[in-house]
């Protein structure tokens, strides 16, 4: 499959590895749309949130988990946001399930910009 987060998973493309477990790998995007803007995404490839199901949602809680552990680790005392977009209306590029995890900046809200 010609996935690039599989390859950045597979360690074939590189990236900046922020934390990883058995069912989860965080990484800074290569194109920052505020001061902190890390993925998490799952080991196991889900191609966007409406392929969520019973069977994989455990991925989810847990991304949910690590986000957090993440924010207490790095200090977003702040706050952050957490996005996922889902096919072509909401801007989806990578067919790979995966949340930004923002933060680092107050920031706005509005369908129209996550940040
Ligand atoms: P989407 O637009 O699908 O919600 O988010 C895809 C994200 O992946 C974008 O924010 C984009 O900057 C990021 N991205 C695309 N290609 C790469 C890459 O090769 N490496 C990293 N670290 N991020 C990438
Ligand atoms: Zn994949």
Same mark, same amino acid.
Request: glycine share 8%; net charge negative.
């Given at each position: 499959m010609d996935c690039l987060f599989c390859k950045i998973i597979a360690g074939e493309v590189p990236s900046t590895k922020v934390y990883e477990d058995d069912m989860v790998y965080a990484f800074k995007d290569i194109?920052?749309? &505020?001061p902190v803007h890390y993925l998490i995404i799952p080991k @196991?490839?889900?191609?966007? &949130?409406? @392929?969520?199901n019973e069977a994989n949602s455990k991925y989810v809680a847990h991304i949910f988990e690590v986000a957090a552990r993440i924010a207490k680790s790095e200090g977003f005392e702040n706050g952050f946001r957490i996005v996922t977009n889902c096919g072509e209306d909401a801007g989806q590029t990578v067919h790979h399930l995966h949340f930004h995890l923002l933060a680092g900046k107050k920031m706005g809200w509005s369908a129209d910009s996550a940040v």
């Open positions: 194109s920052p749309v &505020a @196991e490839h889900i191609s966007g &949130a409406s @392929e969520i």
